[in-house]
């Protein structure tokens, strides 16, 4: 039931995205909350039935942006693993960790997309990919801990049905 929530909760995160930022496609393109959402699940969630949520989130991503279509669910995947590789290594319960591992997982997926650019498409696209990396890196990091602290209380809210309970735990 968990991994319902986390998937919608990815798609109205998806949608809000899409549609209030649409005015601005600028500030569309820097944010990324369900890259974040990705990231928390790898630290946070692991196994592989939230692997295939974060693998989900990616293919609505694919389905929204109208992209190379397959793209967004590499870097989805490839973000899962890493934050995974992590995960009992370090202090997870730190603020400033989160902003900074938030950071460093966004680079490497604009890293990984600019390769993936430049083997699918060429260079062009690639160093306009790159030149923004600064910009998402920032917007990214600063979003994560208000968004890291929000899915830990939908954790602590809905605890009960991922040990296999039947109910929400109430204040």
Avoid: Q
């Avoid at 798609?11 to 990231?39: E, R, Y």
């Avoid at 692991?46 to 929204?64: C, E, H, K, M, T």
Wanted: charged letters at 10%.
């Amino acid at each position: 039931m968990i991994h319902l929530i986390y998937a919608g909760l990815g798609f109205a995160l998806l949608l809000g995205k899409t549609s209030l930022l649409a005015p601005w496609p600028a500030l569309a393109h820097v944010v990324d909350p369900v890259l974040l959402l990705v990231v928390y699940l790898g630290l946070f969630r692991p196994g592989p039935s939230f692997a295939l949520v974060a693998l989900f989130l990616g293919y609505l991503v694919d389905i929204f942006s109208g992209s190379h279509f397959g793209f967004h669910i590499i870097v989805a995947a490839a973000l899962y693993y890493l934050s995974g590789l992590v995960r009992g290594r370090v202090f997870l319960e730190s603020v400033f960790f989160h902003a900074v591992f938030c950071a460093a997982m966004i680079a490497v997926s604009d890293l990984l997309a600019a390769g993936i650019f430049r083997l699918i498409i060429g260079e062009k696209d690639a160093a306009i990919l790159l030149s923004d990396v600064v910009w998402r890196v920032l917007a990214n990091s600063l979003l994560a801990v208000p968004l890291f602290h929000y899915l830990s209380r939908v954790d602590e809210r809905w605890a009960p049905l991922h040990r296999g309970g039947t109910g929400i735990a109430l204040d």
